[in-house]
């Protein structure tokens, strides 16, 4: 079955012939273009882990995150469709299509950390954003199953330790596991903070901060939690790590 394409609005047509008229624009058939067959190979499926956002690759998700340890439920698929944008495909938009336009938004990588009862923990965050300034405010996101969350909800302070795109290893170190079975600190250079919590001595910069106890907002799976920033400093000046950068070149690393 031949294909044909309108040159004005993009509109597939199937058939022998271009339609006399293109139900989408309404132009007539000298506006279309035989498309010619292309077969690509089938691009693999893309999964995503709705507690540390890990993406996998394949026709059905892992039974395990490799990350966070969640199993194969909690994860949900990305719809990748390239096509050219028209009025008509603007209307087949999925939940898994909208996902992978999500994907999309560039967002840092950030160590958030906090302490309990003299325990440290941190953990990877890719939603840490100002707010406000002034006062100096910002937001932090976290899952409610993740054990920072579960230090900052009780304590109600952390800290902020912004990557540089060398430091795969600290993605590695803080997002590759829990704090309930590992010391993420074990091994890392730290100083502690004005709020007592921990602050990466290689960060680019750091953020120490407060939450505001009335300004926490529960958005179902995870979270929000609004702060007053109470300290900060850049240490070094060298480009920051994004969520993008690290998927981009985490295998050459």
Aim: aromatic residues 8%; proline residues 5%; contains cysteine.
């Amino acid at each position: 079955m031949k294909k044909w394409r309108c040159k004005v609005c993009g509109y597939i047509h199937e058939g022998e012939t271009p339609p006399d008229v293109c139900p989408v624009c309404g132009v007539g058939p000298e506006e279309f273009e035989l498309m010619e067959a292309v077969t690509a190979p089938a691009k693999p499926k893309r999964w995503k882990c709705t507690v540390c956002d890990y993406i996998h690759e394949g026709d059905e998700p892992p039974e395990v995150c490799p990350v966070c340890g969640v199993g194969r439920d909690m994860f949900v698929l990305l719809e990748d469709v390239v096509q050219q944008l028209t009025a008509a495909s603007v209307q087949n938009s999925t939940e898994g299509t909208s996902r992978a336009a999500l994907d999309k938004i560039s967002y840092g990588l950030y160590v958030v950390s906090s302490i309990k009862d003299g325990k440290l923990n941190g953990q990877i965050s890719n939603t840490v954003f100002q707010l406000t300034d002034p006062p100096l405010r910002i937001a932090v996101c976290l899952n409610k199953k993740n054990l920072t969350h579960e230090y900052i909800s009780e304590t109600g302070c952390f800290t902020v330790s912004v990557l540089g795109q060398e430091q795969f290893d600290m993605v590695r170190n803080f997002g590759y596991r829990s704090g309930r079975t590992a010391d993420k600190f074990a091994d890392v250079s730290y100083v502690v903070g004005k709020n007592g919590c921990p602050i990466l001595c290689n960060c680019m910069a750091y953020l120490e901060a407060r939450v505001i106890p009335d300004k926490v907002l529960d958005v179902g799976t995870h979270h929000l939690f609004v702060a007053d920033v109470t300290g900060g400093m850049v240490v070094a000046e060298r480009a920051a790590l994004t969520y993008e950068y690290f998927r981009s070149n985490k295998q050459k690393k």
